[in-house]
């Protein structure tokens, strides 16, 4: 078997892989992905957020991203009945980047993982990691191609960016449940030619269809639409037949996706997901660090995947750089803590959404413009900015804001 030497294996060529490995590369350091499968291949996960913005321009490939005409994106609408709840971007606490991009991942992987070959990274399509033995932080990988034919890989440093493969989790039994309700998504490519060109195009519709029950809505700048069911697999079990009749009948019976959705064409047949969310006990160890869907995903009501995925990417990169240099880096601290922060800003939100917590929020007629720019900030993103309490009090501060906005309409009303 033939050994290659490298100072860091990526495993995975999707942002956080991706992201990582550019970071990595151009402080000098030689660096190669191994990806399972061919590009482009279908990913889900469309809706980008501001913040993933800064750590694709570090990782230099906005100009490539922007060459591929991606539907520009800069708010978040949620829909409930008649009420409408609009974010935009712009009207937000912290300063940052007030835009980003609805995205088809097939093609927006491919545009990464070219980026990142042209700037010298191979990577390796069609091949899967099977086996990792670690020799301190020293490594070997073996990979396998699609003949059989195996290969190692001498590595400093290990980055494992390998979404829902989870591959050094599950080969060091570093699995573990994750505290969210299982659900169940439905989802399809609409050809939208009934799409409003108001403000429709260029923002994600979240719509509340039932409790515990939402619809995405994902335009993309070719005219095709992304819109897929979440919930409880309950609710997926009232409707018989072939995902295709369970599909329609669904967008049937929701008044917001009956008209513009009936008897549409759909690029793909609809596809079914569930039980996503997973987590992990620690998400480094000595010679590699997990990042992205690897370490932790919840949920995709805010689109908070691709962001912690490129995020995550940035701070490993950046601390693998540290490490390769000789300096000593609190993986702890400077890793594991602030990756958690984020993650669990989100969790409270997810939890605040499932639970009704943020419907009585969004869908209050007396809204502060500060606390909405607050809230708008966390859609953003903006999970680390500690200088907004809907951040530094994410557990607590939903629950109190509900609780005073149902109190004064029960006021009101006496
Ligand atoms: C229903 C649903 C809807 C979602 N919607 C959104 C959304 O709107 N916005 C959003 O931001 N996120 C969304 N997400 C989350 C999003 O899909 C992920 O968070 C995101 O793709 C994570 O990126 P990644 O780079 O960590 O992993 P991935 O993009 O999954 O990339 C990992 C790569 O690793 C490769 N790999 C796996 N195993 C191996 C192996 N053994 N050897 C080599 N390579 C391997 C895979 O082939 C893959 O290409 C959604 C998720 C779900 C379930």
Known sequence: M?????????????PAGTVAASIIHQA???????EKLKFPRFVIGESLLPRSMEALEEAKFIDAIKEKGFQEKFGAKFVKGNSVCDFTFKEQHTQGWTWTWQVT???FDKTLADTVEKMGVPVSYETTVTDIKFNGSDSVTTVEDLQGNKHEIAAKFIVDGSGYGRVI????????????QPRKALFAHTVDVRRSMADEPNRITAVVH???????IIPFSTGVTSVGFVGDPSFFAEYPGTPEEQYRAMLEAEPYTRERFRGVDMVFEPRILESWSATTDKFYGDGFVL?????????????SGVTLACVSAQTAAK???????????DWEKEYMEPTMQGVNTFRS?????????????????????????QICSVLAGYVWDETNLYVKNHNTALKRLARTIELTQILKQE
């Open 2 to 14: 033939t050994t290659e030497k490298v100072d860091v294996l990526v495993i995975g060529a999707g």
């Open 28 to 34: 000098g350091y030689t660096v190669k992905i191994v």
């Open 105 to 107: 991942r097939a093609d």
């Open 169 to 180: 989790p599950r080969l060091f039994n570093l699995e573990r449940a994750s505290n969210l």
């Open 210 to 216: 039932k409790p515990g029950v939402w619809i995405w």
């Open 291 to 303: 990042t992205g869907n690897v370490t932790e995903f919840l949920d995709p009501i805010f689109s």
């Open 319 to 329: 601390l693998v750089i540290r490490k390769l240099k000789g300096e000593a880096v």
């Open 349 to 373: 939100y997810v939890m605040a959404w499932y639970e009704g917590t943020l419907d009585t929020i969004f869908f209050s007629k007396d809204q502060d413009p500060l606390i909405k720019n």
